[in-house]
């Protein structure tokens, strides 16, 4: 009886010390350094990027290549995506999100404008912000201020 509880025990601790993974695709694509998939990076929440154009010997030397403007003035806390040539970013409230074309400067592939009420702006805690998108399987998820989760085609910016 011992050994069965010491193998359950320990397949127990092996269970929950490994690290919840949620999809494939996510997988595959934080795998490749050209791609910013999560957030965080990575499923370890790294927030490191192991792409090495930029070095410690020429980071002085770095100059703006391009900018982009979402026209909304309040905190913008959540990171953009990169998954390949399609950087998707957004806005605080009322959580606009852009596809942007890396390859064609300023080239904007796509926006979507959700329709949500704007009195949830005044009970909003700490600023209008927004902590960022999600991808998975070709699709964006925008979590709105008014608590509405919308699923966008990631090529597209369509709701589905």
């Not at 979507?112 to 399987?137: F, H, W």
Request: with cysteine; proline share 4%.
């Amino acid at each position: 009886m011992g050994r069965v509880v010491y193998a359950a025990a320990t397949a127990l601790v092996c269970a929950l010390s490994m690290p919840a993974v949620a999809n494939d695709d996510v997988m595959k694509n934080t795998a490749d350094a050209k791609n910013w998939a999560k957030q965080e990076g990575n499923y370890a929440n790294t927030r490191y990027s192991e792409l090495d154009q930029i070095t410690t010997k020429n980071v002085k030397d770095l100059k703006v290549a391009w900018t982009f403007s979402t026209g909304v003035l309040r905190g913008h806390e959540g990171s953009p995506l990169v998954i390949g040539n399609t950087m998707y970013l957004h806005t605080p409230f009322p959580n606009l999100v852009y596809a942007l074309n890396l390859d064609d400067e300023n080239k904007i592939i796509w926006k979507y404008e959700p329709k949500q009420d704007p009195s949830v702006v005044p009970i909003m805690c700490c600023d209008t912000v927004n902590r960022g998108l999600a991808y998975a399987d070709g699709t964006i998820f925008l979590y709105q201020a008014d608590t509405t989760v919308v699923a966008l085609d990631a090529k597209t910016g369509k709701e589905k």
